[in-house]
């Protein structure tokens, strides 16, 4: 299966105008914003869980990345609320569940095949740091390796910002809205920006905050690759 998967094309997708459609495990439904496989992918969705719904243990053999929109995401690790982001490194396990349902994004086989690093953060707890030049625009780090950078972004009402990540970058908006170039994201809203392009941000009258991931697209045929062999 392929979705978004030209990865030298700009991608808009606004999830909330798309089907639910169930996963192999009852309970379970997704909506792809980008994918390159089967039932294993190099993949972003959204994941809703049901009340009382959950996967089966299994490896991530390629990694998870996730960011709770809404609800409690639960595993053996402990309990995950609105606004947690966690990164499952390849070669982790886990048995997913949500006793009360939740809604997450994750992201599948798009890590550095030696990571080992764990990451449980819960954002909304985190500090933020004006950005260099831009009084009107703050950052929470969240994390960073020798190929991508991972934060979050808070911009005031009508702030912008122009940037050029050489190795690609794609944003979610979680709260707000934010226009790039003439298209209005807005919340749940998705964007992936190719290799060597630049990215012009301008915040609704409200503000926004977006989670924000550039350098991965450099690793990407890696990563594709990968998958094929698992």
Not at 15 to 42: F, H, K, N, Q, Y
Request: contains cysteine; negative net charge.
């Amino acid at each position: 299966m392929k979705i978004a998967a030209d990865f030298s094309k700009r991608e808009i997708v606004h999830s909330t105008t798309l089907p639910w459609v169930a996963s192999p495990m009852i309970g379970v439904d997704r909506r792809a914003l980008e994918r390159v496989g089967g039932e294993v992918a190099r993949a972003t969705s959204i994941v809703r869980y049901a009340p009382g719904s959950a996967f089966s243990p299994h490896v991530h053999t390629g990694g998870e990345e996730f960011i709770v929109l809404d609800g409690v995401f639960q595993d053996e690790h402990g309990d995950f609320p609105a606004g947690s982001y966690i990164r499952n490194p390849p070669e982790s396990s886990h048995t997913p569940s949500s006793e009360a349902g939740c809604v997450i994004m994750v992201k599948l086989w798009q890590f550095q095949p030696e990571d080992r690093t764990h990451v449980r953060l819960q954002m909304n707890a985190m500090g933020k740091v004006a950005m260099p030049e831009h009084t009107n625009i703050q950052i929470t780090p969240l994390y960073k390796d020798a190929i991508e950078e991972v934060s979050l972004l808070h911009f005031d009402a009508d702030a912008s910002l122009d940037i050029s990540p050489l190795g690609g970058a794609e944003f979610f908006v979680l709260e707000g809205d934010i226009t790039e170039q003439q298209d209005q994201l807005t919340k749940h809203s998705w964007a992936r920006l190719p290799i060597n392009k630049s990215m012009s941000l301008k915040a609704g009258k409200n503000g926004a905050k977006i989670w924000l991931k550039t350098g991965q697209l450099i690793d990407v045929e890696n990563q594709i690759a990968r998958v094929q062999q698992a």
